[in-house]
T-cell receptor, first 111, second 113 residues
Framework: GDSVTQMEGPVTLSEEAFLTINCTYT??????LFWYVQYPGEGLQLLLK?????DKGSNKGFEATYRKETTSFHLEKGSVQVSDSAVYFC??????????FGQGTRLTINP | NAGVTQTPKFQVLKTGQSMTLQCAQD?????MSWYRQDPGMGLRLIHY???????DQGEVPNGYNVSRSTTEDFPLRLLSAAPSQTSVYFC????????????FGSGTRLTVV
């Protein structure tokens, strides 16, 4: 079946540092790709998405580009803040009904 | 506030007990799903529904039942709780297809002793 592999965590950065969280996928079709964020004690929130190759999703300073040739959807942010500390999940659609998630990457930003 | 509401937030069960985790959404979403979250494993799909009266199994359905009698509600039943079902459970909903992006509830933390 389809799968998502994320960069191992935890990731610890200083405030204002550049962030990259790697995500690669294996899929038989042409999935939509997502990044979700989970703040402590909360459910997941959709951060951004891309539905076809070369699309760039963006939200709250985060960006990710759907790269079909490298089967990747890496999450980037130019200058992180303490409030960005959370767990980040990469996911893809499998068929019309299912989401397949990566294992999550815990990000901690120190002031 | 519109969204996905899960109850209870916390629950402790003894092995062999049964219980129902409640999930309700008020956004008129057709698709609803249940996921469990375990450390280092991301979220895994338990059951899903594409509309009232229609349910199907996900990746890890054993030990769980669901039904969808209304668009709004999608309860998850644990038939005979086992320690392996200790997890955080999330309900999620979306419009007609998952590529719109799911709205998640805040979760139920279940411990089976």
């Amino acid at each position: 079946g389809d799968s998502v592999t994320q960069m191992e965590g935890p990731v610890t950065l200083s405030e204002e540092a550049f962030l990259t969280i790697n995500c690669t996928y294996t899929a038989t079709g042409y999935p939509s790709l997502f990044w979700y964020v989970q703040y402590p004690g909360e459910g997941l929130q959709l951060l951004l998405k891309a539905t076809k190759a070369d699309d760039k999703g963006s939200n709250k300073g985060f960006e990710a580009t759907y790269r079909k040739e490298t089967t990747s959807f890496h999450l980037e942010k130019g200058s992180v803040q303490v409030s960005d500390s959370a767990v980040y999940f990469c996911a893809l659609t499998e068929g019309a009904q299912k989401l397949v998630f990566g294992q999550g990457t815990r990000l901690t930003i120190n002031p | 506030n519109a969204g996905v509401t899960q109850t209870p937030k916390f629950q402790v069960l003894k092995t062999g007990q049964s219980m129902t985790l409640q999930c309700a959404q008020d956004m008129n979403h057709e698709y609803m799903s249940w996921y469990r979250q375990d450390p280092g494993m991301g979220l895994r799909l338990i059951h899903y529904s594409v509309g009232a009266g229609i349910t199907d199994q996900g990746e890890v359905p054993n030990g769980y039942n669901v039904s969808r009698s209304t668009t709004e509600d999608f309860p998850l039943r644990l038939l005979s709780a086992a320690p392996s079902q200790t997890s955080v459970y999330f309900c999620a909903s979306t419009r007609r297809a998952v590529n719109y992006g799911y709205t998640f509830g805040s979760g139920t933390r279940l411990t089976v002793v």
